[in-house]
């Protein structure tokens, strides 16, 4: 599955932003849907995930209350909403899709993820 990632930008602290995944290639809903976000000089960690149907979100303890995760398999996309940014929040942000088993902390783990997106840079200024 191709991934492609958009909607990142600058925005000021306690500022929204809305990112969108475009998913093609292969049956969308097949796929557990993740974000993750990476920091100049630090490692790529987990942000989000929602399972097949949608029906089930998973946060990081970080943005838990602030960040949501939707997702249309109509339309094979999967968005993040971003509210109360933070200027920690300042990453490249990225959309990835795993095919297998959906269970805590596995989806946590960015190797088990199959297909990434470009990335899309995320700027939160003070």
């Known amino acids: 599955v191709q991934l492609q990632a958009s909607g990142g930008g600058l925005v000021q602290a306690g500022g929204s932003l809305r990112l969108s995944c475009a998913a093609s290639?292969?049956?969308?809903?097949?796929?557990?849907m993740g974000w993750f976000r990476q920091a100049p000089g630090k490692e790529r960690v987990f942000v989000g995930a929602?399972?097949?149907?949608?029906?089930?979100?998973y946060y990081a303890d970080s943005v838990k209350g602030r960040f949501t995760i939707s997702r249309d398999n109509a339309k094979n996309t999967v968005s993040l909403q971003m509210s109360s940014l933070k200027p920690e929040d300042t990453a490249v942000y990225y959309c990835?899709?795993?095919?297998?088993?959906?269970?805590?902390?596995?989806?946590?783990?960015?190797?088990?993820?199959?297909?990434w997106g470009q990335g899309t840079q995320v700027t939160v200024s003070s």
């Open positions: 929602i399972n097949r149907s949608g029906s089930n979100t």
């Open positions: 290639g292969r049956t969308f809903s097949d796929y557990i």
């Open positions: 990835a899709a795993d095919r297998g088993m959906l269970a805590l902390p596995r989806i946590k783990d960015r190797r088990v993820y199959d297909y």
